[in-house]
């Protein structure tokens, strides 16, 4: 059974460009995860996606991230102009119960 | 809301020798899951154990963790660690309803030969 994928595994950027990330979740699996993972620190919900239908985005920052799920499959998580303090390991997981995470998306905003 | 506190950030042990990695949280809620997840360097954190029944032994991969409601922790111990065991270890919790996770900071181990 193929995993949670993510691309790019790497994104490098100046401060105020933008950029997109990927997530394919495990074949089935109606629920989908974002998570930020700043150095040194455990990982931190922004968003969380039942099938097409976000359920939870509280803890993401409206002004510059968006994420959709539109067809309930594959997701995307875009940072409109990052800054600096973007700068983390952005993890997506699916699950049905038990959450399976994908390798993630390294970013540094210089 | 909810907390996961781990209070070390590094263990570093002999290898052969016993290990434990402590975890406590806060939770106002009683329908909660408690995890400890292994990530290796450049790989995804994968689930090492999960429990909600308290004061019952939860066992894989040579570790274990015991929920103990009264004292709020979930620490995760092995009596033999191998070089192998070096990685990052999270505990988490989650709501049952949402499944949406609470990370600690994480505990580093490492182990010497």
């Known amino acids: 059974e193929a995993g949670v994928t993510q691309s790019p595994r790497y994104a490098v950027l100046q401060e105020g460009q933008a950029v997109s990330f990927w997530c394919d979740p495990i074949s089935g699996h109606d629920t989908l995860y974002w998570y930020q993972q700043p150095r040194d620190q455990g990982p931190q919900l922004l968003v969380y996606?039942?099938?097409?239908?976000?359920?939870?985005n509280s803890q993401l920052p409206s002004d510059r991230f968006s994420a959709v799920r539109p067809k309930g499959t594959n997701s995307t998580l875009k940072i409109q102009s990052a800054k600096q303090g973007d700068t983390a390991t952005y993890l997506c997981a699916s699950s049905l119960d038990t959450q399976y995470f994908g390798p993630g998306t390294r970013l540094l905003v210089l | 809301g909810d907390s996961v506190t781990q209070t070390e950030g590094l263990v570093t042990v002999t290898e052969g020798l016993p290990v434990m990695l402590n975890c406590t949280y806060q939770t106002a809620y009683s329908d909660v899951a408690f995890f400890w997840y292994v990530q290796y360097l450049n790989e995804a954190p994968k689930l090492l154990l999960r429990s909600s029944t308290d004061n019952k032994r939860t066992e894989h991969q040579g570790f274990h963790a015991t929920l103990h409601k009264s004292s709020s922790s979930f620490h995760l111990q092995k009596s033999s660690v191998q070089l192998s065991d070096s990685a990052l270890y999270y505990c988490?919790?989650?709501?049952?309803?949402?499944?949406?996770?609470?990370f600690g900071d994480g505990t580093v181990l490492t182990v010497k030969p």
């Open positions: 996606f039942r099938d097409e239908a976000v359920i939870d």
């Open positions: 988490a919790l989650s709501k049952t309803n949402t499944g949406k996770l609470t």
